[in-house]
């Protein structure tokens, strides 16, 4: 076997290892397990109890997914492998990266409220028509404005995803019938 065949063996072998590793991780009663296994060992049966699963058979078939990813100790107790670790980190992550982006929507249109309370503010003392109410007035046309723009900007990502999702599904209809 020349070097360009074991270089092509090798990336066959790790992208092998990689779907492995999806597959591993494809249910959520496996993720279940990691975060379960996350902060200590456990025998057989705390995990089952833990996890509320009443099959011994369901249970040794999702550990038996997870072998890459648990392993037992000297004392018979599942525990992760570093492996493990890692993937739990990636699950969390992703599951994290959804609540990231609420947080700059939100952020985004706190700061359009204070963009737009300012620009009034700014406009009525230069146009020389400020006076007691002038910020109270500012402040309620901020809020009125920022309920607005969020229900604005909440069609529009609702409409995004329902236009993300119809293409995909199209996206697939089209890959199953080739």
Not at 80 to 97: C, F, N, P, S, V
Not at 159 to 174: F, V
Request: hydrophobic share 45%.
């Amino acid at each position: 076997m020349n070097r360009e065949e074991k270089s092509k063996r090798a990336v066959v072998d790790k992208d092998f290892l990689e779907a492995e590793l999806f597959e591993a991780v494809s249910h959520p009663t496996r993720i279940q397990i990691l975060k379960t296994l996350r902060g200590n060992a456990l025998g057989f049966a705390e995990l089952k109890h833990k996890l509320g699963i009443s099959s011994s058979g369901n249970l040794s078939h999702h550990l038996n997914k997870l072998a890459a990813l648990v392993e037992t100790d000297s004392q018979g107790k599942y525990k992760l492998t570093d492996q493990g670790r890692e993937a739990l980190y990636a699950i969390m992550a992703i599951a994290r990266a959804g609540t990231w982006r609420d947080w700059i929507f939100h952020t985004f249109i706190v700061m359009s409220a204070l963009f737009f309370y300012a620009c009034y503010l700014t406009a009525s003392i230069f146009s020389g028509q400020a006076d007691a109410l002038t910020p109270l007035i500012g402040f309620v046309s901020a809020v009125i404005f920022s309920v607005i723009f969020y229900l604005l900007m909440l069609g529009w990502r609702r409409a995004r995803k329902s236009m993300r999702q119809a293409y995909e599904s199209k996206r697939m209809w089209k890959w199953e019938s080739d």
